[in-house]
């Protein structure tokens, strides 16, 4: 199991982020000096919601069950 799957499964990291953390559509960035960004995938193509949400999301239109992915590196 990868160190991101443990972590999207820990439940302090999902009372932290709220709906998030259990959301198909969420993204994780970590930076490189260790900071984690939690990106809405549904922002991209809907102006109701935030690009990065303040966590932690309780409520959400947009949820969709599933796993956050990890976000691409550029």
Do not use: I
């Not at 959301?23 to 809907?46: H, Y």
């Not at 109701?48 to 796993?67: I, M, Q, S, W």
């Amino acid at each position: 199991m990868s160190s991101e799957s443990r972590l999207s499964h820990s439940p302090v990291r999902n009372a932290a982020v709220g709906l998030c953390a259990e959301c198909a559509l969420a993204r994780v960035q970590e930076s490189a000096r260790g900071s984690t960004f939690w990106r809405c995938g549904r922002a991209d193509d809907d102006a109701r919601f935030r690009k990065y949400p303040p966590l932690p999301v309780r409520e959400c239109a947009g949820h969709e069950p599933g796993e956050p992915q990890a976000a691409r590196e550029r």
